[in-house]
């Protein structure tokens, strides 16, 4: 688990290959890197517990990066590069980051994200650690990636992780998992098909490798080139969400016949509810190797569930692992198997939203439970089915959309006077942004208007939380205090396929 070690035993092999260039880092040179890197931090006054944030595209610098930060003891925030200045300057000072690295590539979102931190690019980076030790550091501890999940005020939140400050090469909890629950070993060759600075593709990642596997990793997902690569690698394990495996059987038959997946022995999946049709026909094609596992960024609750328990209870998403699963009333009494409620867990580690005491506050009960705010009901035999999500959001693609941050922007726009955002569902996408508008002037709402709006809301916020679908209404549906009756325009629009 001690990436030096891993480098002594296993020396040339690759530890990272990337799927596009075909580039590689064998574990010698990830160790090497990494601990020049690692020597640049301590010079820069970086100390355990300090903060970084990475703004870098996915690519091999990426990982001598994470790798120091994890060998050093730091707690470090990647960033996700689709995010507009503002955007990324808010993580980025919010997590306290006193130093950003930045990918060459992103150097103009990079200067407006820093902010008052320094800021290092990777071929900077590389350049002044090329002259440092290539050994480790002196008392090397644990660090941990602390992730940016968005709140309900629109605002991400930064789940805070507990350093441990044991030594390195302890490892961390999915590490460990990863080997148990799922087979990971030296053997193993890992398709990493998201963007890194999502919580799983990067932590997957780093699992693989800590359990001496190599990590194949996509510049961006495309479903033949995720096919190519298994058989091309002989990957024994991909981790997909269900807007991908959509797209892969969308290709034409003989196409996804000319692809080589005997050597798949595990095919992960989560982040979004996948349709009962979707995973039967995933089955049917990759044969008996789905895993499907439900957890937050928040690391808790983890549930889990192969391919031959979900064909005996399709729809479900698992057992948790190391936790009890609770479903509760709204006045917190605990329901019975088959009744739906808040899912709340009991028996897990406990997490923190960074600088939000209060949100924190409200995913505890007072027995000590935790909730990631979704709804669902367990069968007979404690197996979870998810009922919805958090309220009001929206899961596209295997990303958290909020609406609240959407409506924010347009409500500013001169020709809104109120408007909704929720989600509508898509074949491809599990779910799309929708806005429903009232417009400032009766009658005025038209194609060349919701055009305008969407437009609007991409100048101003990330493309992918910009509806894509708007229709209009000459009025919404609120309470005499003025809250929005969000599920009322939910419920008329699924039915009635809007935005579509």
Same mark, same amino acid.
């Given at each position: $688990?001690?990436?030096?070690?891993?480098?002594?035993?296993?020396?040339?092999?690759?530890?990272?290959?990337?799927? #596009?260039?075909?580039?590689?880092?064998?574990?010698?040179?990830?160790? *090497?890197?990494?601990?020049?890197?690692?020597?640049?931090?301590?010079?820069?006054?970086?100390?355990?517990?300090?903060?970084?944030?990475?703004?870098?595209?996915?690519?091999?610098?990426?990982?001598?990066?994470?790798?120091?930060?994890?060998?050093?003891?730091?707690?470090?925030?990647?960033?996700?590069?689709?995010?507009? #200045?503002?955007?990324?300057?808010?993580?980025? /000072?919010?997590?306290?980051?006193?130093?950003?690295?930045?990918?060459?590539?992103?150097?103009?979102?990079?200067? /407006?994200?820093?902010?008052?931190?320094?800021?290092?690019?990777?071929?900077?980076?590389?350049?002044?650690?090329?002259?440092?030790?290539?050994? !480790?550091?002196?008392?090397?501890?644990?660090?941990?990636?602390?992730?940016?999940?968005?709140?309900?005020?629109?605002?991400?939140? %930064?789940?805070?992780?507990? +350093?441990?400050?044991?030594?390195?090469?302890?490892?961390?909890?999915?590490?460990? $998992?990863? &080997?148990?629950?799922?087979?990971?070993?030296?053997?193993?060759?890992?398709?990493?098909?998201?963007?890194?600075?999502?919580?799983?593709?990067?932590?997957?990642?780093?699992?693989?490798?800590?359990? #001496?596997?190599?990590?194949?990793?996509?510049?961006? @997902?495309?479903?033949?080139?995720? +096919?190519?690569?298994?058989? &091309?690698?002989?990957?024994?394990? %991909?981790?997909?969400?269900?807007?991908? @495996?959509?797209?892969?059987?969308?290709?034409?038959?003989?196409?996804?016949?000319?692809?080589?997946?005997?050597?798949? &022995?595990?095919?992960?999946?989560?982040?979004?509810?996948?349709?009962?049709?979707?995973?039967?026909?995933?089955?049917?094609?990759?044969?008996?190797?789905?895993?499907?596992?439900?957890?937050?960024?928040?690391?808790? =609750?983890?549930? $889990?569930?192969?391919?031959?328990?979900?064909?005996?209870?399709?729809?479900?998403?698992? &057992? !948790?692992?190391?936790?009890?699963?609770?479903?509760?009333?709204?006045? =917190?009494?605990?329901?019975?198997? #088959?009744?739906?409620?808040?899912?709340?867990?009991? %028996?897990?580690?406990?997490?923190?939203?960074?600088?939000?005491?209060?949100?924190?506050?409200?995913?505890?009960?007072?027995?000590?439970?935790?909730?990631?705010?979704?709804?669902?009901?367990?069968?007979?035999?404690?197996?979870?089915?998810?009922?919805?999500?958090?309220?009001?959001?929206?899961?596209? %693609?295997?990303?958290?959309?909020?609406?609240?941050?959407?409506?924010?922007?347009?409500?500013?726009?001169?020709?809104?006077?109120?408007?909704?955002?929720?989600?509508?569902?898509?074949?491809?996408?599990?779910? *799309?942004?929708? /806005?429903?508008?009232?417009?400032?002037?009766? =009658?005025?709402?038209?194609?060349?208007?919701?055009?305008?709006?969407?437009?609007?809301?991409?100048? *101003?916020?990330?493309?992918?939380?910009?509806?894509?679908?708007?229709?209009?209404?000459?009025?919404?549906?609120?309470?005499?205090?003025?809250?929005?009756?969000?599920?009322?325009?939910?419920?008329?629009?699924?039915?009635?396929?809007?935005?579509?």
């Amino acid at each position: $688990m001690n990436l030096t070690d891993l480098a002594r035993s296993l020396d040339g092999k690759p530890a990272v290959i990337m799927g #596009g260039s075909g580039e590689r880092m064998s574990y010698a040179e990830l160790e *090497r890197r990494s601990n020049q890197v690692g020597h640049l931090f301590r010079s820069r006054g970086l100390r355990p517990g300090d903060h970084i944030a990475v703004l870098m595209s996915n690519g091999l610098d990426l990982f001598p990066v994470v790798w120091a930060a994890q060998r050093t003891g730091l707690l470090y925030t990647l960033v996700n590069w689709h995010l507009s #200045g503002d955007e990324a300057a808010y993580i980025v /000072a919010d997590c306290g980051a006193r130093l950003l690295v930045s990918s060459d590539d992103l150097e103009d979102l990079a200067a /407006a994200a820093a902010g008052s931190a320094e800021r290092l690019t990777a071929s900077e980076l590389v350049v002044s650690a090329a002259a440092l030790p290539g050994t !480790p550091v002196p008392g090397e501890v644990e660090g941990y990636y602390m992730f940016y999940s968005s709140g309900t005020t629109g605002r991400p939140k %930064g789940i805070m992780p507990e +350093l441990t400050g044991q030594p390195f090469g302890t490892g961390l909890n999915i590490d460990s $998992m990863m &080997r148990s629950a799922f087979g990971f070993s030296e053997a193993s060759v890992y398709l990493s098909t998201g963007p890194l600075y999502h919580a799983a593709p990067l932590g997957w990642s780093i699992g693989t490798i800590r359990n #001496g596997g190599t990590v194949v990793v996509m510049e961006r @997902f495309d479903a033949e080139q995720a +096919l190519a690569l298994i058989g &091309r690698y002989q990957v024994t394990h %991909g981790q997909f969400v269900p807007t991908m @495996f959509v797209r892969m059987l969308k290709l034409p038959p003989a196409t996804r016949s000319g692809f080589d997946v005997s050597s798949l &022995r595990v095919a992960v999946h989560a982040a979004a509810p996948v349709s009962v049709e979707v995973k039967e026909r995933m089955i049917d094609w990759f044969g008996p190797t789905l895993s499907e596992y439900y957890a937050g960024s928040e690391g808790t =609750g983890f549930c $889990m569930i192969d391919t031959p328990a979900w064909l005996t209870h399709k729809g479900s998403v698992g &057992r !948790p692992l190391r936790s009890e699963v609770h479903i509760c009333s709204d006045d =917190g009494t605990e329901l019975p198997a #088959g009744s739906t409620g808040t899912i709340w867990f009991s %028996g897990t580690q406990r997490f923190e939203y960074h600088n939000d005491p209060a949100k924190t506050a409200s995913a505890y009960n007072e027995r000590g439970w935790n909730t990631l705010g979704d709804m669902g009901y367990v069968d007979d035999e404690g197996y979870l089915y998810l009922a919805d999500r958090r309220t009001d959001l929206i899961l596209s %693609g295997g990303v958290n959309i909020y609406p609240r941050e959407i409506e924010d922007v347009l409500a500013l726009h001169p020709a809104v006077a109120d408007v909704a955002v929720f989600g509508v569902p898509d074949e491809e996408m599990g779910q *799309r942004v929708h /806005a429903v508008v009232q417009p400032a002037v009766a =009658g005025s709402g038209s194609p060349s208007l919701g055009d305008e709006l969407i437009g609007y809301c991409r100048s *101003r916020i990330a493309h992918y939380k910009a509806p894509r679908s708007v229709s209009f209404a000459s009025e919404l549906p609120r309470t005499p205090s003025g809250k929005m009756l969000r599920r009322v325009l939910v419920d008329q629009y699924r039915s009635s396929g809007a935005g579509s």
